[in-house]
């Protein structure tokens, strides 16, 4: 049993799609699975069961890209071809099966519509395998001691990112004698190139309290050492996708975004979001004018009140 599976490049999407490959690992034991997605991503799927291959497609002008993944698969006849990416390679591609999301999938959650297009009922949740090498460097950037609360203060565009002393104030009041998790460590995550945004955060909080997460880790690691955490708060991003998939209790902060589409999955995710909607948010302006947050009317309050909410709901 010979199975493609192209998915996507950013994190957030690749981990949403995790579920659905789990979904054919699950069902087809004997099956060698061959990933294609983009290079950030691709040590995601490496570790997962039964896939043997994973092609790490960078994107290149005129789609060659595209012409480069034909080019590597087109000699194997596939049992399944699962293209998330609605490519010309699946159509042309020889394949018994094949599961082609087409765009028109447009009611639900991001985790359901993929679901639809494999006909997997219950949706099949994302789910991450982080491996001993993952793992033993997670250890190494977090060593063993008192609990940690792990925090996502970046995104990829600024106006979804929440204030930096809201962060502050969130971790202080979480953390505080008599709270939640009084006394507990922080760990900050970031991206490389997230330096300048984090390191605030970071930078705030007692030395002994803080551990640097910022830069140092790959996705899949990021993964290993947030499962160890108590808690995951963090703005829309890849890396609270991760958080969910590895089945930490999740909290998301969202401004403008739709969580009705992209929250993260799962009984042990939630997410909080400002009073107002994306376009009242934006107020005709376009999103190329925007340079800082738009989300400072979610109030600290609301998401310690949140953030206590899930901590109780996933004891």
């Excluded at 994302?126 to 995104?155: K, S």
């Excluded at 963090?234 to 401004?255: K, R």
């Amino acid at each position: 049993m010979k199975i493609l599976f192209i998915t996507a490049t950013r994190i957030g999407d690749a981990v949403l799609s995790t579920g659905a490959l789990d979904h054919f690992i699950r069902t087809y034991p004997d099956a060698e699975i061959t990933v294609a997605c983009g290079p950030l991503v691709a040590g995601l799927f490496a570790p997962a069961p039964r896939v043997v291959r994973v092609i790490a497609l960078k994107k290149e002008s005129w789609g060659r890209h595209w012409w480069r993944l034909l080019q590597e698969t087109m000699m194997q006849e596939w049992d399944i071809i699962v293209d998330l990416r609605n490519s010309a390679v699946s159509r042309i591609l020889r394949g018994k099966k094949k599961f082609i999301w087409r765009g028109s999938e447009k009611n639900g959650h991001k985790v359901e519509q993929i679901a639809a297009v494999i006909g997997a009922a219950p949706p099949p949740a994302p789910i991450l395998w982080p491996d001993h090498i993952a793992q033993t460097e997670a250890d190494r950037l977090i060593p063993g001691g008192a609990p940690f609360i792990a925090i996502g203060p970046t995104a990829n565009w600024a106006g979804k990112a929440w204030p930096a002393e809201n962060f502050i104030a969130l971790v202080n009041a979480m953390t505080a004698s008599g709270s939640i998790l009084e006394g507990a460590r922080v760990a900050v995550f970031a991206a490389p190139g997230e330096e300048a945004a984090a390191l605030p955060v970071l930078n705030a909080l007692p030395t002994h309290q803080r551990i640097d997460m910022i830069a140092k880790a790959s996705p899949l690691t990021a993964a290993a050492a947030i499962r160890r955490a108590e808690i995951y708060i963090g703005n829309d991003s890849g890396l609270t996708h991760i958080a969910a998939a590895v089945g930490t209790p999740t909290l998301a902060l969202f401004g403008y975004g739709w969580p009705e589409l992209y929250r993260p999955w799962g009984s042990r995710a939630a997410y909080i979001r400002t009073p107002e909607t994306p376009e009242q948010l934006l107020e005709g302006r376009s999103t190329d004018s925007i340079t800082s947050s738009l989300m400072g009317s979610l109030t600290v309050t609301a998401a310690v009140e949140a953030a206590v909410r899930l901590w109780d709901k996933t004891r």
